[in-house]
């Protein structure tokens, strides 16, 4: 595959991943990811963020490189908007194989340069302000936009053209293949992408959100013609709909209201949290509100994270084991918490075999999150007629908060 012309003198260099290795030993990516760098030539030549070293990710770099006439040899900066291995695995490599190319980062990222890979010299710290003029009309520009997604991370603006190069930000997981541009996509395909964008964000991104609104108000002045992500589909024809699709999403944990839908969470043991769940769902269902549906352990968490944090409210549906909650259903409550899943209207149900003890875990792992909570039920083994009764509404009553 050759680099991507986005104007000219500027390409896109980007590595297809397809891997049974988890995102960040964690997210697992059965639909793979991009790796996205940039070249930038004028009279002399900047490469914007590099990759992980996957799936022979450094050999698609290579040849795309070679496409557009240029080579790691030939580079003059190397720019490092953000210094998380999976854009930073060749920077050891291309300074062994070319001395003189200046590594440019803000003053957290090159500090982080010489902890990661021990170079000291030729290196470059800018603020937001400064720019970097390359000859032949094109200057780039610096913004710091720190975490999103680390402390250190910037973006590059280049003036001439009016391409964002924005790192994490407006990223998707999902390989593309062949094509890179929005408007080389098909309806159907951007809704697959846009799914795997919330993933991605859910996953990545969502314990930052107020950062990402401080940063959308911060580049909101720049007119941005294309925005080049580290991550999935480079926006051309339509770059407002990644930026108002990143600021939905931004909101959903920082105060703006989620959608009038329920994500329904549910681990059972025997089937007897099950049978009281069905009740819940039907009271739900009578009441018109869309919902999805995951179990767990069964679906990754990674999946139940993009459902939960887009939905207004949640089931969370569990048997209490060895005193406390279902364990899977704990390590997604502490999910919710490390990522801020805040304001959510919540109805929490669950059987208990020979003691109870899911309800106290449950109460203090939700104190935190200002969560507006149904009264729960809980019963002992099959749930009786009048249990099910309740629990058919107690999901009308959840469903009557989101509508
Ligand atoms: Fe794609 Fe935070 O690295």
Same mark, same amino acid.
């Given at each position: 595959m050759n680099a991507h012309k986005i104007s000219e003198g500027i390409f896109a260099i980007h590595a297809n991943i397809t891997t049974d290795d988890l995102f960040e030993g964690i997210w697992p990516i059965p639909h793979g990811v991009t790796l996205n760098s940039y070249l930038v030539k004028g009279e002399k030549s900047a490469l914007?963020?590099?990759?992980?070293?996957?799936?022979?990710?450094?050999?698609?770099?290579?040849?795309?490189?070679?496409?557009?006439?240029?080579?790691?040899?030939?580079?003059?900066?190397l720019i490092l908007n953000h210094l998380e291995p999976?854009?930073?695995?060749?920077?050891?490599?291309?300074?062994?194989?070319?001395?003189?190319?200046e590594i440019i980062s803000t003053p957290k990222g090159i500090a982080m340069v010489k902890k990661f890979f021990k170079i000291t010299e030729n290196l470059r710290e800018v603020k937001t302000g400064?720019?970097?003029?390359?000859?032949?009309?094109?200057?780039?520009?610096?913004?710091?936009?720190?975490?999103?997604?680390?402390?250190?991370?910037?973006?590059?603006?280049?003036?001439?053209?009016?391409?964002?190069?924005s790192c994490d930000a407006f990223g998707s997981y999902g390989k593309l293949g062949e094509r890179l541009f929005d408007d080389e996509f098909?309806?159907?395909?951007?809704? #697959?992408?846009? !799914?795997?964008? *919330? &993933?991605?964000? +859910?996953?990545?991104?969502?314990?930052?959100?107020?950062?990402?609104?401080?940063?959308?108000?911060?580049?909101?002045?720049?007119?941005?013609?294309?925005i080049a992500p580290s991550h999935g589909i480079v926006w051309r024809k339509n770059p407002a709909e990644i930026i108002e699709r990143y600021a939905r999403y931004a909101g959903y944990n920082t105060g703006s209201p989620c959608e009038k839908e329920i994500c329904i969470i549910w681990g059972s043991m025997y089937g007897y949290t099950k049978v009281g769940l069905d009740a819940v769902i039907s009271g739900i269902e009578e009441m018109n509100i869309p919902y999805t549906i995951h179990r767990v352990p069964n679906t990754d968490s990674s999946f139940v994270l993009a459902d939960a944090y887009k939905a207004s409210g949640l089931v969370l549906a569990m048997p209490t084991y060895e005193y406390k909650m279902f364990p899977?259903?704990?390590?997604?409550?502490?999910?919710?918490?490390?990522?801020? #899943?805040?304001? !959510?209207?919540? *109805? &929490?149900?669950? +059987?208990?075999g020979w003691v109870g003890g899911a309800k106290k875990e449950y109460d203090q792992r939700i104190d935190s999150m200002k969560w507006t909570s149904i009264e729960s039920v809980e019963w002992q083994g099959v749930p009786s007629e009048d249990d099910l009764a309740l629990l058919k509404q107690r999901g009308k009553e959840l469903a009557g908060l989101i509508m």
């Open positions: 914007i963020d590099l990759a992980k070293e996957w799936e022979g990710s450094i050999g698609q770099f290579e040849k795309q490189l070679g496409s557009a006439q240029s080579s790691f040899e030939s580079l003059d900066y999976d854009h930073t695995a060749f920077v050891t490599e291309i300074r062994k194989r070319n001395p003189n190319v400064d720019s970097l003029d390359l000859g032949g009309g094109k200057v780039l520009e610096f913004y710091e936009t720190p975490n999103i997604h680390w402390p250190e991370t910037m973006m590059c603006y280049e003036r001439t053209e009016k391409v964002l190069f098909n309806e159907s395909e951007h809704q #697959f992408y846009e !799914k795997e964008s *919330l &993933r991605y964000y +859910s996953n990545i991104v969502a314990s930052f959100s107020t950062f990402v609104k401080r940063a959308l108000e911060k580049l909101g002045g720049l007119e941005v013609k294309v899977p259903m704990a390590h997604v409550l502490d999910l919710f918490q490390r990522k801020h #899943f805040i304001n !959510k209207k919540v *109805l &929490r149900i669950g +059987s208990w």
